[in-house]
């Protein structure tokens, strides 16, 4: 049997006790004691059962497989509530201060690397699947929700997939979190405790389930099983464990009472004990004292990834605080310390926190809505904000300790979306002392998507690993990793994001992973062990095993030719390269040379290069590259005795000695092939200075269709080697649908390269009229229904049809908007999209319903749904539908199907806040300024007790907060602070998704 549990939100009647007091006025941080907060409980677990092992249970036919016959859903359903956020508060405004310094640092390495192995380890029938997974010295342990399985350190099974019933006597709950007590040599499995199925009422039993394995083969060995007496009070939604020295660490998402943590927010299990599978094991619970949350927060104690574990000091545990929340004046880091005694344990404690004062950041995503990030298609992923990522990872040197930990951050300015990880180092300089920041720095995928999902460890040297996803609207979820050597400049991943697997499918749920979790290889303390996951058909976990060290002693290379440049060159100019050592010997003495018109110089890089170190080396002998508009070809390289990869000694470059005057158009920008391009449009181009000598006042020109051309002066100075947009002032008509090819240029007088001055460009404005049979058979959708409007889809002879003066009209302030179809064929499916950008095409990203109908001529239900922060507009509905059993990729919208049609319609996306559904007919909705920009929400009603949102958007619709308050006493209350937002007009709602009340205000 699968139990579901919800991944829950701080509890909301606590919400608006907060809000009803202090609203969303920013509470300053006070300054922090040194007392201490004894348990929030003591408790002694009696229980304890040993299951045999994994191996036994095959040979005695008692293992159990997860079932996969049940269909694909949702467990653990995520019923959070959007954060607590105040709008306009916070800083930064103009994005992450630190993305700068990382592209800056990157974008010259020349060194790549590639995963060593990558491996499905399982398709998941629940959403998320919540993948996890620690490496041992002989095998890898991988669990998602329902199941788990051992691999050797090959990637091959060694037992099939067991079902987490197997150790926890038919508890299949969820949430697994998978550790490796490194040193005791164990291996420990997590769950959620099941229900109680002493009552009818599928009531939660709070509490934790762990198994320890009896020995470190996890196959052979028996495990330790401890099911019954960690109660935890409340639901420990999101749990995250870590290994320290005298005890299993938890945080979660759990209930608090009162306005802070007071209450059971973090708890302790007795580790020595349990690892001897002993009864009268302590486990305590702790506060969190002045913890201020988001609604929804996950912090985390730092976990011993290596088997050298500290001799005292107690463990930390940390969260981050974001000043665009209430009650936080400004972002900084927290860390608790936990004392545990369990020889008493009442006397254990937990400190007040250290505030550590970090870079600015914004963790805020969509007001803090929990659907984020866009896929080609499908709904806007979780962007896990609140969260500070699975797991912070703690490891020992000789002369200092490390802990390192990462959350997913908004690196875009105000208004804008992109998500980047923020990931620290912190510093120990012996056990049990004071953590400060070594490194902080903010991670970007090159690519521009979205990186997030990150999780992270340090190696044995140093080093940083870190496995992350990345997602757009173009590309589809994608699995890659990065990091840095220890040597690196602080706060840069000098290692160029490398690939791991990218998906060929989308989520169908903004449900995405919750876990992933890298680990290192105890055996090797080099190899890195990733598990995330990602779309193959189905939701499926990944495991991929990659590794920074290197394995070559004797390895340099060139890395950059930094001079010469294009520029005006001369007969005598200095070549001058960079070189590293990528190698784990320290160089001397390296040969290097470069070779141009094929003549080849050699000379001594004579300085000493450690592992990562670079060095530059200037050639005594110079190079004749006077020829003006002549281009060389300048090869450098590394000649180091007994190199060990030769492939990355040489580097080739193109430089040019510019003529002094060229320019030309080097790209036509606009327009773009589109539809509806209309009678006015204009042409914009691009204009390149391609010489030395900065250029004004000279003609450029187009012409369309070979026709005459349109002439008009450059006015401005365009400086060398630059680039400038120049918009003609004249507008064209391409109102009409077809082609027109346009030409583009410049003419300068004296011109040095006619050759570069003209470019040429084909526009179309249309929309494809893709071709399929639909009178043979009558396939395709032919009778639909949507939001009260209903249409007949015609059959052509040509299989289109377009009825643009049909318009279906969608609510923008609906979640979703369901509709009945019927096809005229059984086995058929169909796919809706619509041109929210109206370029006349329709892309995967504009696929907003899709689906199969068994039975021809029976209504079958459908959903759209729209993208978040859409424009209002209409725009053109493309529905298609076809046999599948013929040929015909139904979700290309241009293309060709064997028994099918494609019909063309109007929707008008609009937004009736005023107007929505009133699902409070005999009350109003109040709003008082008792100060300046100091509003209370209020509306008294009989006819409901259900949690309502109040929501502020903007005066175009655009959602900036959202925050869920529960009926007290017959009323809805809830004070807003808009201190913090630009001056202006916006609308604040109160309701849910079956309607509501809005009113303006208005901002001073």
């Keep these: 049997m699968i139990y579901f549990y919800s991944r829950k939100k701080l509890n909301t009647t606590i919400l608006t006790t907060i809000f009803f007091i202090a609203g969303f006025f920013l509470i300053p941080e006070t300054a922090i004691g040194q007392t201490k907060e004894k348990p929030s409980f003591v408790r002694s677990i009696k229980f304890v059962r040993e299951v045999p092992s994994i191996a036994s249970q095959i040979q005695n036919g008692t293992f159990t497989t997860p079932d996969k016959s049940i269909e694909p859903q949702e467990i653990n359903p995520k019923r959070r509530q959007a954060n607590q956020v105040v709008p306009g508060k916070g800083l930064p405004k103009n994005g992450d201060p630190l993305i700068k310094e990382q592209k800056d640092k990157t974008e010259s390495k020349s060194f790549d690397l590639e995963p060593i192995n990558v491996f499905e380890a399982n398709t998941s029938n629940f959403t998320p699947s919540d993948p996890t997974g620690a490496v041992g010295p002989n095998h890898y342990v991988a669990a998602w929700n329902a199941g788990f399985k051992i691999f050797d350190k090959a990637g091959n099974e060694l037992a099939p997939e067991a079902s987490l019933g197997s150790l926890f006597a038919d508890n299949n709950a969820g949430d697994p979190i998978v550790l490796y007590d490194a040193p005791a040599d164990r291996f420990i499995i997590t769950q959620f405790e099941n229900e109680d199925e002493s009552t009818d009422k599928n009531e939660f039993v709070n509490g934790l389930n762990i198994a320890i394995c009896q ?111 209430s009650g936080v004046a400004e972002d900084h880091l927290k860390l608790w310390t936990v004392a545990v005694d369990w020889t008493t344990p009442a006397n254990s404690s937990i400190s007040q926190p250290d505030v550590i004062p970090v870079t600015d950041f914004n963790g805020v995503f969509d007001g803090g809505s929990f659907s984020n990030l866009p896929q080609p298609s499908g709904p806007d992923i979780d962007a896990m904000q609140g969260t500070v990522m699975n797991q912070a990872q703690f490891r020992k040197f000789d002369d ?10 908004n690196v875009a300015p105000i208004g804008e979306e992109q998500a980047g990880i923020r990931w620290y180092e912190l510093r120990q300089t012996a056990d049990g002392q004071p953590w400060s920041i070594f490194q902080e720095g903010t991670y970007v995928s090159p690519t521009g998507n979205n990186a997030f ?45 490398a690939l791991i697997a990218t998906s060929t499918g989308v989520s169908s749920s903004e449900r995405y992973a919750d876990y992933t979790h890298l680990t290192v290889d105890p055996s090797d303390e080099e190899t890195f062990w990733f598990i995330t996951e ?57 040969p290097v040379s470069y070779t141009l018109n094929g003549v080849t110089v050699n000379e001594t890089f004579t300085g000493n290069l450690a592992f990562n170190e670079t060095g530059t080396y200037t050639f005594a002998q110079t190079a004749d590259l006077s020829t003006i508009g002549q281009e060389y070809e300048i090869t450098a390289s590394t000649h180091l005795n007994g190199d060990e990869d030769t492939s990355n000694d040489a580097m080739t470059v193109i430089v040019q000695n510019l003529w002094q005057n060229d320019i030309g158009v080097s790209s036509i920008d606009t327009p773009q092939s589109d539809s509806g391009l209309g009678s006015a449009v ?61 030409v583009a240029g410049t003419n300068l007088n004296g011109d040095s390269d006619p050759a570069n001055d003209e470019v040429s460009k084909t526009v179309t404005n249309n929309y494809c009229q893709p071709v399929s049979n639909c009178e043979d058979f009558g396939d395709g959708v032919t009778l639909l229904t949507l939001e009260g409007t209903l249409v007949t889809p015609a059959c052509s002879s040509t299989g289109y049809s377009a009825d643009l003066d049909t ?93 099918g049609r494609t019909n063309d319609y109007s929707v008008r996306i609009f937004n009736s806040l005023s107007v929505e559904e009133n699902i409070f007919p ?18 008294s009603t009989n006819t409901t007790t259900e949690k309502m949102a109040v929501t502020v958007y903007s005066i175009l619709g655009q959602k900036l907060a959202e925050n869920w308050i529960e009926n007290e006493y017959g009323s809805y209350v809830y004070d807003l602070d808009m201190s913090y937002a630009s001056s202006g007009v916006y609308i604040v709602r109160l309701g849910n998704g079956d309607g509501g009340l809005s009113k303006k205000i208005i901002v001073k």
Aim: glycine share 10%; with cysteine.
């Design 453 to 497: 999902a990150a999780s992270m460890v340090m190696d044995g040297s140093g080093n940083i690993g870190m496995g992350y996803t990345t997602v757009s609207k173009n590309q589809p979820v994608t699995i890659n990793f990065t990091g840095r050597y220890d040597n690196d400049t602080a706060g840069e991943m000098s290692i160029p994001e």
């Design 807 to 899: 318009t279906f009209n969608l609510n923008v302030q609906k979640d979703s908007y369901m509709g009945t179809l019927q096809m005229g064929y059984q086995n058929s499916g169909y796919v809706i999209f619509i041109d929210f950008n109206n370029n006349g095409g329709f892309e995967a990203s504009e696929l907003v319903s899709s689906g199969t109908v068994q039975t021809a001529d029976t209504d079958a239900v459908f959903t759209v749904d729209l993208p978040d922060n859409v424009e209002l507009g209409t725009y053109r509905m493309r529905i298609r539908g076809n046999d599948n059993n013929e040929d015909g990729d139904l979700n290309d919208a241009c293309g060709t199907l064997a028994y």
């Design 400 to 409: 200092h300790n490390s802990a390192v930990f990462n959350f997913v951050v």
């Design 534 to 590: 990602y779309f193959n058909t189905r939701r499926k976990d990944l495991v991929s095993v990659f590794r920074l060290a290197v394995d070559e002693a004797n390895d340099v290379q060139v890395i950059a030719i930094d001079n010469p440049q294009d520029g005006a060159l001369t007969d005598s100019e200095a070549i001058t390269l960079t070189i590293r050592n990528a190698g784990n010997s320290t160089q001397t003495a390296i």
């Design 682 to 742: 204009s042409i914009s181009v691009t204009v390149t200075n391609y010489g030395q000598d900065a250029q004004n006042n000279f003609p450029i020109y187009y012409s369309i269709n070979g026709g005459e051309q349109v002439i008009e002066i450059y006015n401005r100075t365009i400086a060398a080697q630059t680039s400038e947009t120049f918009t003609f002032s004249i507008t064209e008509d391409f109102s009409e649908i077809g082609s027109y090819e346009i």
């Design 215 to 325: 020995g470190s083969d996890p196959v052979n060995d028996g495990w330790y099983i401890y099911t019954a007496g960690f109660e935890t009070g409340a639901f420990p939604d999101y749990p995250k464990y870590s290994v320290w020295r005298d005890g299993y660490y938890i945080t979660s998402n759990i209930r608090l009472s009162g306005g802070e943590a007071t209450g059971n927010a973090i708890f302790v299990m007795e580790r020595e004990k349990m690892l001897q599978g002993l009864t009268d094991v302590g486990f305590i619970g702790f506060p969190l004292p002045t913890l201020q949350t988001n609604g929804f927060y996950s912090p985390q104690f730092f976990n011993i990834s290596s088997p050298d574990a500290p001799t005292t000091g107690g463990a930390t545990v940390v969260y981050y605080q974001d000043d665009s929340w």
């Design 922 to 939: 005999d009350s109003e909705l109040v709003v008082l300024e008792p100060e300046k920009n100091q509003f209370q929400i209020s509306l």
